[in-house]
């Protein structure tokens, strides 16, 4: 019978073995699955042209890897979509979990039950990389993190980032969480054309809270003048990951580093790579070919930015302006679901989009939220018959111009006219003609107006952005257009508003003329009056 007995130390051995098995198994159902983790430090760089698209250097650009904390980039993204889509407010409070306060560091550390602002969140996730405050905002606007990071997925495919699946809101470790340097490009880019504003916040080099100050981890912040974000990432099986740009001379490129052993040979290479290509990147206005089209406000539109010559056209998909808890926000707006139009699998192989305009669909097969965001973008009142003279200017503008706008440089976006400005009155041609519509027409056109400088006006838009795009595309068809400055005029005709899209600086009308002749053979309206 002694023999049979155990010893004390067995016993000991025995339930703590068992105690650990318990808690790795409440732990695992807490959070979640998490896909197994394989090594993937490998090195992988990409180096693209944001103001034309092109890629000017790579090296295993699409070979999986873990992103690490710059998955918080597409977190940010998220979050600011809710607020310019007004759901949110940088002043809201937002309430920790407990999920979100068991995050592992780095953290900011609040205990669950506590708040915090919208712009306190942003800032911790920019500096301190905090992995708490990426579940806060999660949960805040999707409910759970499982949510989130699907919405993550969604908007990534929005975005044209075809080979990126995200699993959660921080980055930290699962092996389902994969990207590519090539999609993180796209993201980089993305993120400031259609967020410029807020895009500053990525050049925060310290955040106070409480009694801590925490420093930004990106050290290469304002190298050569240029470096101004935006975040770097790691975990053990990625390695050190950089996402950052650079912007001088007006020229702006993004530059994707991951898989290092340590940040200071990342940071190394980073330095090599902007000051070996900063001096290739074009000087000048945004391209279109540069162009990312906003998740919500275009269609099916093709995106080359960052793709490899050998790669298929990718094809964004029609998602409304994404929405926050949208069920209250709908019943408050008394909005009704709109019809159901052509399916987005036939929507794809369109070749000529109908002329017209028409409301998104309310049912894509895509997730409840982004359904809810489309109901709340349905007129609020039965649709009113549409006047044939406007219908024109509408389908030019959505057939023409239908992608995101190209952001003027931080603090250096070009004043808009004083509102109420009317735009001088066209007068007939010289063979006494009354003037073609601008909007429909390629033809020379001359205006009167009181002495000054000629200006070429290419279009109008219904956003700045709209015409900045145009300017953008008439520089890159008439290269001697980059020797004129561009500026948008905002005007009201009918109880709308548009905005001019200008060139100024020509010497006299001879000389606007001509290069309305230029653009009228590269198939653009122009319009050549004075100032």
């Known amino acids: 019978m002694a023999s049979q007995a155990k010893s004390p130390w067995r016993v000991v051995l025995t339930r703590a073995f068992a105690a650990i098995l318990i808690v790795l198994t409440v732990s695992a159902n807490a959070v979640g699955p998490a896909q197994a983790i394989e090594n993937l430090r490998k090195y992988a760089g990409i180096v693209v042209d944001a103001k034309t698209g092109h890629v000017l250097y790579e090296e295993q650009a699409d070979s999986r890897r873990y992103p690490a904390s710059v998955s918080k980039v597409m977190t940010l993204y998220i979050l600011f979509q809710e607020l310019s889509a007004g759901n949110l407010k940088l002043s809201s409070t937002m309430t920790v979990s407990k999920h979100a306060a068991a995050a592992v560091p780095t953290k900011l550390g609040l205990r669950a039950g506590a708040t915090i602002s919208v712009q306190d969140a ?8 905090a992995n708490d405050m990426a579940r806060v905002i999660a949960e805040h606007i999707s409910g759970s993190e499982e949510a989130f990071a699907k919405r993550m997925t969604d908007t990534a495919r929005a975005l044209g980032m075809r080979n990126t699946t995200y699993r959660n809101a921080s980055g930290l470790p699962d092996g389902g ?6 999609d993180q490009a796209i993201l980089a880019i993305a993120i400031y054309q259609h967020f410029p504003s807020y895009y500053e916040f990525f050049q925060t080099k310290s955040f106070s809270y409480g009694k801590s100050t925490y420093g930004n981890h990106n050290r290469l912040l304002g190298y050569m003048g240029a470096v101004d974000g935006i975040k770097t990432g790691y975990i053990n099986a990625a390695g050190s990951n950089l ?15 991951f898989g290092f052993n340590s940040s200071s040979a990342r940071d190394q290479k980073v330095r090599q790579l902007v000051a070996t290509y900063l001096p290739k990147g074009r000087r000048g206005d945004y391209l279109r070919t540069a162009m990312i089209p906003q998740p919500g406000r275009q269609g099916n539109v093709q995106v080359a930015v960052a793709q490899s010559p050998a790669a298929a056209p990718v094809f964004v998909m029609p998602m409304p302006l994404p929405g926050f808890r949208l069920a209250q926000l709908v019943a408050a707006n008394g909005a009704q679901s709109q019809r159901q139009l052509t399916p987005v699998s036939q929507q794809v192989a369109l070749v000529n989009p109908a002329p017209v305009p028409v409301p ?11 359904q809810a965001a489309n109901t709340l973008a349905a007129p609020s009142q039965s649709p009113q018959p549409q006047v044939p003279s406007q219908d024109v200017i509408g389908a030019w503008l959505s057939d023409t111009y239908n992608l995101g706008a190209p952001p003027a440089a931080l603090g250096q976006t070009a004043p808009s006219a004083p509102l109420g400005m009317k735009p001088p009155a066209p007068v007939p041609a010289a063979d006494g003609n009354q003037p073609i519509d601008l909007l429909t027409s390629g033809s020379v056109q001359s205006a009167d107006a009181a002495a000054g400088g000629w200006v070429v006006q290419i279009g109008a838009g219904p956003s700045e952005d709209s015409a900045r795009a145009m300017l953008a595309d008439a520089a890159g068809k008439a290269g001697h257009l980059n020797d004129f400055r561009s500026y948008v005029e905002r005007f009201e005709k009918n109880g709308s508003v548009f905005y001019r899209a200008r060139f100024i600086g020509f010497g006299d ?9 230029q653009l009228k053979q590269q198939n653009l309206a122009c319009l050549a009056m004075q100032s």
């Open 122 to 129: 942003i800032k911790s996730i920019v500096t301190l990389s």
């Open 177 to 182: 969480q994969l990207t590519t340097v090539r």
């Open 243 to 257: 996402m950052t740009a650079a912007r001088k001379d007006n020229r702006h490129i993004v530059i994707i580093a």
């Open 360 to 370: 998104m669909p309310a049912d894509l097969g895509q997730q409840a939220a982004v």
């Open 509 to 517: 009308r001879d000389a606007a003329a001509a290069m309305c002749n």
